[in-house]
C-alpha cells in the first residue's frame, strides 16, 4: 500500500513553492501583489515564508502534528535552516512561472 511521509523539510518545499505560484497566478492575490513596491514584496514573501516555517516548528512543539524536528536549540537551527531553503524555494518557482513583462 502506498505510504505518504511528509517531513517537514517536504512540508515547507510545497508551501514554499505554493506562496510562490498563489502570487503569480491567483488573480486577487497576484493584483494586491502587484501593487506593492519590490521592497514591500520581498519583505512580505519573507514574513511569509518565516510564518509557514514557524507553523510546521512550532506545531511540532505543541504537538499539533508530528514534524520531526526537536524542540531544542538544535531543532530550532534546523528550521532556520529549513528558512533558508524555504527562500531559494520561492524564488526558484518565482523565476521559473513568472509571466511576462505585463503591459
Not at 519573507?46 to 514534524?67: K, Q
Not at 528558512?83 to 524555494?89: D, E, H, R, T
Amino acid at each position: 500500500m502506498f505510504e505518504l511521509n511528509l517531513n517537514p523539510e517536504l512540508v515547507v518545499g510545497i508551501l514554499s513553492g505554493l506562496l510562490a505560484f498563489v502570487f503569480e497566478y491567483i488573480p486577487v492575490a497576484s493584483k494586491w501583489f502587484d501593487g506593492l513596491e519590490e521592497v514591500q514584496k520581498k519583505q512580505f514573501m519573507l514574513a511569509s515564508l518565516f510564518a509557514v516555517v514557524a507553523v510546521v516548528f512550532a506545531g511540532g512543539c505543541y504537538g499539533l502534528f508530528v514534524t520531526q524536528l526537536a524542540c531544542t536549540i538544535a531543532g530550532g537551527v534546523q528550521a532556520f535552516q529549513l528558512l533558508f531553503a524555504a527562500v531559494a524555494i520561492n524564488q526558484g518557482v518565482h523565476r521559473l512561472i513568472k509571466k511576462s513583462a505585463r503591459g
